[in-house]
């Protein structure tokens, strides 16, 4: 278990490149599954997750290939269905939430696809129904060994098309069903589905492999089947999370930094929640300029005047994903803010470790937590914390870096799931950070 030593309460300034986006590597991974042609894909961030995925794709026999930094082929035209039976894969294939999105490209190509349960965060129930009728939906027989938490569907005389309306805007399970459904004979209706700037990519990647799908960006997709998926070359967006996270990162430490290449179009609410808590930000160009809040950041009020309060909710709402960095650039506002985290139901216990290095938070419940600012006048205090999950560990990190003292993060490998080389980046541009063992 690796951790962190960080001296906060230095000041940071200079330029950070955003890595490609996690979320939307783990969909276009798993896509390579559905032609036997090469595909190549460039910008994939060197993160734990997506290296997972990459390892589990070659022991399924995809030939991979790097071909510079972040650039990769994968050819998957001579898979070995066998290692999906085997005891390897129960145990590799449970490593990260991502791994899941493999069963709708097998199952479409090949008439069948097996998961262990996926892992991932730690951050409430994840339930996978949505995935699954989906499956079934399109034609599929499902069975779920309760022992070995092993799923499986199959499909032997392929898949049909149908309209589906989905229980819930599942990211993930909007991505295994469009996969599923670009092989299916006949057209599906997808409705309620996600549309994260994710799927954007992965429907436009299917696209240009020759699939047909309309309504890309909305949650009304429309699929006509194919018979079969050529080769394409797909580049990765921009980390909106990780863009978010250095914003919170420069207003809490007072920083002037630059985020460069942002890919603005794409982050959605993302700057104006910011500015819900006061924080400047300037576009230029495709670049976010963030100046040293010298003065402090004030939390607005809404017309009414009432409480400001940031809440989660399906693209294009505000991505669950953010919610534990406003809060915790929350801490030092001018001003009170309750943050309302609908989707997880474990996502806020972190609060507990701010609480202890002098934060203002009433926890409501688990899903709300009220956040009185200290308006800078009152420096947190540093401490040592364990990563509870990919998002309260970079958060935690962003207080320890404004913390008087030397803050100590353990289980850092939650953070490494989802941030490229943070510790060399933050030391770019002047942060004291160090790996420790
Ligand atoms: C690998 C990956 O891409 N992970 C992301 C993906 O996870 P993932 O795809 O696993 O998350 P889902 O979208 O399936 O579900 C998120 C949670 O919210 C609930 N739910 C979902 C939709 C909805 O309209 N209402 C609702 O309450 C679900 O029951 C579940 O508890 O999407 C989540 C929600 O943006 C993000 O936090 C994760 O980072
Ligand atoms: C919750 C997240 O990841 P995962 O779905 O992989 O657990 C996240 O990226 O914030």
């Given at each position: 278990m690796?951790?962190?030593?960080?001296?906060g309460?230095?000041a940071l300034?200079?330029?950070i490149?955003?890595?490609?986006?996690?979320?939307?590597?783990l969909q276009?991974?798993c896509?390579?599954l559905?032609?036997?042609?090469?595909?190549?894909?460039?910008?994939?961030p060197?993160?734990?997750?997506?290296?997972?995925?990459i390892?589990?794709?070659?022991?399924?026999?995809?030939k991979?290939e790097?071909?510079?930094k972040?650039?990769?082929?994968f050819?998957a035209?001579?898979?070995?269905?066998?290692y999906?039976?085997?005891e390897?894969f129960k145990?590799e294939?449970?490593?990260?939430?991502?791994?899941?999105?493999?069963v709708g490209?097998?199952l479409?190509?090949f008439g069948?696809?097996?998961?262990?349960?996926?892992?991932?965060?730690?951050?409430?129930?994840?339930?996978l129904?949505?995935?699954?009728?989906?499956?079934?939906n399109?034609?599929?027989d499902?069975r779920?060994n309760?022992?070995?938490?092993?799923?499986g569907?199959?499909?032997?005389n392929?898949?049909k098309?149908?309209?589906?309306?989905?229980e819930?805007?599942s990211?993930?399970?909007?991505?295994n069903?469009?996969?599923?459904a670009?092989?299916?004979?006949?057209k599906?209706?997808?409705y309620?589905?996600?549309?994260e700037?994710?799927?954007?990519q992965l429907?436009?990647m299917?696209n240009s492999m020759?699939?047909?799908?309309s309504g890309?960006?909305?949650?009304?997709?429309e699929?006509?089947?194919?018979?079969?998926?050529n080769?394409?070359?797909?580049?990765?967006?921009p980390?909106?999370?990780e863009?978010?996270s250095?914003?919170?990162?420069a207003?809490m430490?007072?920083?002037?930094?630059?985020i460069?290449?942002?890919g603005?179009?794409?982050?959605?609410?993302?700057?104006?929640?910011?500015?819900?808590?006061?924080?400047?930000?300037?576009?230029?160009?495709?670049?976010?300029f963030?100046?040293?809040?010298k003065?402090?950041y004030?939390?607005?009020?809404?017309?009414?005047g009432?409480?400001?309060?940031?809440?989660d909710?399906?693209?294009?709402?505000?991505?669950?994903?953010?919610?534990s960095?406003m809060?915790v650039?929350?801490?030092q506002?001018?001003g009170d803010?309750?943050?309302?985290?609908?989707?997880?139901?474990s996502?806020?216990?972190?609060?507990d470790?701010?609480?202890?290095?002098?934060?203002?938070?009433?926890?409501?419940?688990?899903?709300?937590a009220?956040?009185?600012?200290?308006d800078?006048?009152?420096q947190?205090?540093?401490?040592?914390?364990?990563?509870?999950?990919?998002?309260a560990?970079i958060?935690?990190?962003?207080?320890a870096?404004s913390?008087?003292g030397?803050?100590?993060?353990h289980n850092?490998?939650?953070?490494?799931?989802?941030?490229?080389?943070?510790?060399?980046?933050?030391?770019?541009?002047?942060a004291?950070i160090?790996?420790v063992a």
């Amino acid at each position: 278990m690796g951790s962190f030593q960080i001296e906060g309460g230095h000041a940071l300034k200079g330029e950070i490149q955003p890595q490609g986006a996690k979320n939307e590597a783990l969909q276009i991974l798993c896509a390579v599954l559905l032609t036997p042609d090469k595909v190549t894909i460039h910008n994939i961030p060197d993160i734990l997750d997506v290296n997972k995925l990459i390892h589990l794709l070659k022991q399924l026999g995809v030939k991979v290939e790097k071909i510079g930094k972040g650039s990769y082929t994968f050819q998957a035209n001579d898979l070995n269905h066998d290692y999906l039976k085997s005891e390897k894969f129960k145990e590799e294939g449970s490593g990260l939430r991502g791994s899941i999105m493999i069963v709708g490209p097998m199952l479409a190509r090949f008439g069948h696809g097996y998961i262990p349960r996926p892992g991932g965060d730690k951050i409430g129930r994840r339930r996978l129904d949505t995935h699954f009728e989906g499956f079934i939906n399109l034609g599929a027989d499902f069975r779920y060994n309760k022992e070995e938490r092993f799923y499986g569907v199959e499909a032997p005389n392929g898949l049909k098309g149908t309209y589906m309306l989905l229980e819930e805007a599942s990211v993930t399970g909007t991505a295994n069903i469009v996969m599923a459904a670009v092989l299916a004979k006949g057209k599906t209706t997808i409705y309620n589905a996600a549309c994260e700037p994710y799927l954007q990519q992965l429907c436009n990647m299917l696209n240009s492999m020759g699939a047909k799908i309309s309504g890309v960006g909305s949650n009304l997709l429309e699929v006509e089947g194919v018979e079969s998926l050529n080769g394409c070359t797909h580049t990765i967006l921009p980390d909106m999370i990780e863009i978010g996270s250095w914003i919170g990162l420069a207003a809490m430490t007072k920083s002037e930094i630059t985020i460069k290449n942002v890919g603005w179009e794409h982050l959605g609410l993302i700057p104006a929640t910011f500015r819900k808590l006061g924080i400047q930000l300037e576009r230029k160009g495709d670049d976010i300029f963030i100046p040293a809040h010298k003065d402090g950041y004030e939390v607005q009020s809404f017309i009414d005047g009432s409480i400001m309060s940031i809440s989660d909710a399906p693209w294009p709402g505000f991505t669950p994903d953010l919610l534990s960095i406003m809060l915790v650039v929350a801490t030092q506002a001018k001003g009170d803010v309750l943050i309302h985290q609908k989707m997880f139901e474990s996502r806020l216990f972190f609060v507990d470790k701010l609480i202890d290095m002098g934060a203002k938070i009433i926890l409501c419940d688990p899903h709300r937590a009220t956040v009185i600012g200290h308006d800078f006048k009152s420096q947190l205090k540093a401490t040592t914390m364990v990563s509870p999950d990919i998002r309260a560990g970079i958060s935690l990190l962003i207080a320890a870096l404004s913390a008087k003292g030397t803050s100590i993060i353990h289980n850092i490998e939650q953070i490494d799931r989802g941030y490229e080389n943070i510790d060399e980046r933050l030391r770019a541009i002047g942060a004291k950070i160090k790996r420790v063992a």
